[in-house]
């Protein structure tokens, strides 16, 4: 088939297209001009964007046009796509139409840890020798690329809970029909897209539903919520966590020892079991847990998926270290949720003991830029020893009284003794942190998108400096 993905730079849609490519198809798209992880993905399965979304992109007609979920109705595309009628699907349809037929969905859904969990299953699962499918929302250092058919009866992906598409408004995972989910966490997100956190629920409930009584739910047993979701699971589930009570857990606390975290396993067949895991945080350990009971619910053996899991590089921009310059470490993770951020900022306050810890933080998404988060940003960055604010990013489309107030949030973060600052641009963030910082110093670039490059700049103004 012909196929045109419009927006096909999004961190799904690139490796979908990729798929495609693979798969036989001829594969085509358009989208704003595209950077580096995803442009070169595209680059090298030798798929070449429009730059730009013009309704000649569509001229000779494709057999199938799928659009991201970003894309409003009234880009030029949609619009000739509908006047020539053209078939559509959504980027979840497209997916589970051409490669989750005849396999065993392994879905990772959740507030927090989606990325990481995935990217850590599609390693294990490869690495103990099941050849799995997976798409994964993130580059994995251990993986070739964050794409892949394989042969196996698994296909990993990595289950959102943002709308798909502007005429395919539920949620992204409800298209994957999870054979096993994972369930990490259920926090309130998304407020554009739900409005209350029982609208919210209703489509974490909906989807526990319609896994099969055959299939399996692995659910993170230390939140409550969690726990209220999963009663409506009609299959066999599994809780795991820290907390003892759970089916899955450790034999004793974790200990960190430079890069690594020492687990053991309380594994109910194999006993306890010795993992080094190379994460740092207490939500990496739980993400570890929710990979290994599904690897060996699989029956794969215990030493294998321990083996495995040591040999996990991690994600791009998940705590990746950039580099170091002027004696400064720079850190790059994803996190945007005040739960997200607390736990990014406490798993880098343990692994780096003695570094003053710097955090710089842009509210990127919908959400993340809402007064209804203030006191929990007030709490989560009342980890770090030093805090900066980037504007926030939508600031437009969010109405009178639904921003939140920075400069207010970082006067109540320095009263309470961690000294804040929020900069009016990009650019003036940039200077004030460069300024701030000192040697031995860790600082962390917090965003869900782009930033503007912020913390390679900034790595640059260090090196520069010296």
Same mark, same amino acid.
Request: charged share 20%; aromatic share 8%; proline share 8%.
């Given at each position: 088939m012909k196929i045109h993905l419009i927006a096909i730079g999004g961190t799904g849609m690139a490796p979908l297209a990729c798929l495609l490519q693979a798969a036989g198809h001829q594969v085509g798209g358009s989208d704003g001009p595209l950077y580096p992880p995803m442009s070169d993905l595209l680059?090298?399965? =030798?798929? #070449?964007?429009?730059?730009? &979304?013009?309704?000649?992109?569509?001229? !000779? !007609?494709?057999?199938?046009?799928?659009?991201g979920n970003a894309v409003p109705r009234t880009n030029p595309e949609c619009v000739e796509a509908e006047r020539l009628g053209l078939p559509r699907l959504s980027m979840p349809q497209a997916l589970a139409r051409f490669f989750l037929? =005849?396999?065993?969905?392994?879905?990772?859904?959740?507030?927090?840890?989606?990325?990481?969990?995935?990217?850590?299953?599609?390693?294990?699962?490869?690495?103990?020798? #099941?050849? !799995?499918?997976f798409l994964v929302g993130g580059i994995p250092r251990s993986l070739e690329k964050s794409f892949r058919r394989g042969s196996g009866d698994r296909f990993v992906v990595e289950g959102d809970e943002y709308n798909a598409a502007y005429f395919d408004r539920g949620p992204k995972f409800l298209h994957y029909r999870p054979e096993t989910l994972i369930l990490t966490s259920v926090e309130h997100d998304h407020a554009d897209l739900y409005p209350d956190w029982e609208s919210l629920l209703a489509? &974490?409930? *909906?989807?526990?539903?319609?896994?099969? $009584? *055959?299939?399996? /739910?692995?659910?993170c047993g230390d939140s409550a919520d969690v726990r209220r979701v999963a009663? #409506?699971?009609?299959?066999?589930?599994? +809780?795991?966590?820290?907390?003892?009570?759970?089916?899955?857990? @450790?034999?004793?606390?974790?200990?960190?020892?430079?890069?690594?975290? $020492?687990? @053991?396993?309380?594994?109910?067949?194999? =006993?306890?079991? !010795?993992?080094?895991?190379p994460l740092a945080g207490e939500h990496n350990v739980a993400n570890c847990l929710a990979v290994w009971a599904a690897a060996r619910g699989d029956g794969i053996a215990a030493a294998e998926v321990a083996a495995a899991l040591a040999g996990f590089a991690g994600?791009?921009?998940?705590?990746e270290e950039l580099g170091e310059a002027a004696g400064v470490l720079v850190v790059e993770d994803f996190a945007h949720h005040p739960t997200a951020v607390k736990a990014t900022l406490e798993a880098l306050d343990g692994r780096y003991p003695g570094r003053r810890l710097v955090a710089v933080f842009e509210p990127r998404?919908?959400?993340? =830029?809402?007064?209804? +988060?203030?006191?929990?940003?007030?709490?989560?960055?009342?980890?770090?020893? $030093?805090?900066? @604010?980037?504007?926030?990013?939508?600031?437009?489309?969010?109405?009178?009284? *639904?921003?939140?107030? /920075?400069? $207010?949030?970082?006067?109540? /973060?320095?009263?309470?003794?961690?000294?804040a600052a929020a900069p009016p641009s990009i650019d003036?963030?940039?200077?004030?942190?460069a300024a701030a910082l000192a040697p031995g110093d860790l600082v962390v670039s917090m965003s869900s998108g782009s930033f503007e490059g912020f913390p390679h700049r900034l790595l640059e103004r260090l090196a520069a400096a010296t």
């Amino acid at each position: 088939m012909k196929i045109h993905l419009i927006a096909i730079g999004g961190t799904g849609m690139a490796p979908l297209a990729c798929l495609l490519q693979a798969a036989g198809h001829q594969v085509g798209g358009s989208d704003g001009p595209l950077y580096p992880p995803m442009s070169d993905l595209l680059a090298e399965a =030798g798929i #070449r964007p429009w730059v730009g &979304y013009e309704a000649a992109h569509l001229d !000779p !007609p494709p057999d199938l046009v799928v659009v991201g979920n970003a894309v409003p109705r009234t880009n030029p595309e949609c619009v000739e796509a509908e006047r020539l009628g053209l078939p559509r699907l959504s980027m979840p349809q497209a997916l589970a139409r051409f490669f989750l037929e =005849g396999r065993r969905p392994l879905v990772v859904a959740g507030t927090h840890g989606k990325t990481t969990t995935t990217a850590l299953a599609a390693w294990v699962y490869t690495a103990c020798g #099941r050849d !799995p499918g997976f798409l994964v929302g993130g580059i994995p250092r251990s993986l070739e690329k964050s794409f892949r058919r394989g042969s196996g009866d698994r296909f990993v992906v990595e289950g959102d809970e943002y709308n798909a598409a502007y005429f395919d408004r539920g949620p992204k995972f409800l298209h994957y029909r999870p054979e096993t989910l994972i369930l990490t966490s259920v926090e309130h997100d998304h407020a554009d897209l739900y409005p209350d956190w029982e609208s919210l629920l209703a489509a &974490y409930r *909906q989807l526990v539903e319609i896994v099969p $009584r *055959q299939g399996r /739910l692995i659910a993170c047993g230390d939140s409550a919520d969690v726990r209220r979701v999963a009663v #409506r699971a009609v299959c066999p589930v599994t +809780f795991y966590g820290l907390d003892p009570a759970n089916d899955l857990h @450790l034999s004793g606390p974790p200990e960190t020892d430079g890069g690594v975290t $020492r687990l @053991l396993v309380a594994d109910p067949e194999a =006993g306890a079991v !010795p993992v080094d895991l190379p994460l740092a945080g207490e939500h990496n350990v739980a993400n570890c847990l929710a990979v290994w009971a599904a690897a060996r619910g699989d029956g794969i053996a215990a030493a294998e998926v321990a083996a495995a899991l040591a040999g996990f590089a991690g994600v791009r921009r998940r705590m990746e270290e950039l580099g170091e310059a002027a004696g400064v470490l720079v850190v790059e993770d994803f996190a945007h949720h005040p739960t997200a951020v607390k736990a990014t900022l406490e798993a880098l306050d343990g692994r780096y003991p003695g570094r003053r810890l710097v955090a710089v933080f842009e509210p990127r998404t919908n959400s993340a =830029g809402r007064a209804l +988060f203030y006191d929990a940003y007030r709490a989560a960055f009342g980890v770090a020893d $030093r805090v900066f @604010l980037a504007p926030i990013f939508h600031a437009a489309r969010l109405g009178d009284g *639904q921003a939140i107030d /920075l400069d $207010r949030l970082a006067a109540d /973060l320095t009263a309470a003794g961690t000294p804040a600052a929020a900069p009016p641009s990009i650019d003036a963030l940039l200077d004030e942190t460069a300024a701030a910082l000192a040697p031995g110093d860790l600082v962390v670039s917090m965003s869900s998108g782009s930033f503007e490059g912020f913390p390679h700049r900034l790595l640059e103004r260090l090196a520069a400096a010296t």
